[in-house]
Nanobody, 124 residues
Framework: QVQLVESGGGLVQAGDSLRLSCAVSGGTFSSYAMGWFRQAPGKEREPVAAINRSGGSRYYADSVPGRFTISRDNAKNTVYLQMNSLKPEDTAVYYC?????????????????WGQGTQVTVSS
């Protein structure tokens, strides 16, 4: 089981940018599809973005395309979420997640390793 530690959250104003990082240890990072999810107060956790093992394929939720970019550095065992043009509705706890992927499955389902989450608050 891999361990995931997120960082980079904080309080920003609408229109600002943040970059979240997720450091992964305890497994072969390049064998894991990775994703970012978020949970706003009173709402269910939802997928934000996902990336395959090599970084060549990405998924984005309908609410974030063009504003958020997921990337990974397999040499550093780290996955990133660059968030631009942040909106108050992006306020949530953001979670990094991973799943072992023997093929090219990276879609945001069946992720089984999770970080503790990092708070992102966007003020208007």
């Amino acid at each position: 089981q891999v361990q995931l530690v997120e960082s980079g959250g904080g309080l920003v104003q609408a229109g600002d940018s943040l970059r979240l990082s997720c450091a992964v240890s305890g497994g072969t990072f390049s064998s894991y599809a990775m994703g970012w999810f978020r949970q706003a107060p009173g709402k269910e956790r939802e997928p934000v973005a996902a990336i395959n093992r090599s970084g060549g394929s990405r998924y984005y939720a309908d609410s974030v395309p063009g504003r958020f970019t997921i990337s990974r550095d397999n040499a550093k065992n780290t996955v990133y979420l660059q968030m631009n043009s942040l909106k108050p509705e992006d306020t949530a706890v953001y979670y990094c997640a991973g799943k072992y992927s023997s093929g090219n499955d990276y879609y945001p389902r069946s992720y089984d390793s999770w970080g503790q989450g990092t708070q992102v608050t966007v003020s208007s």
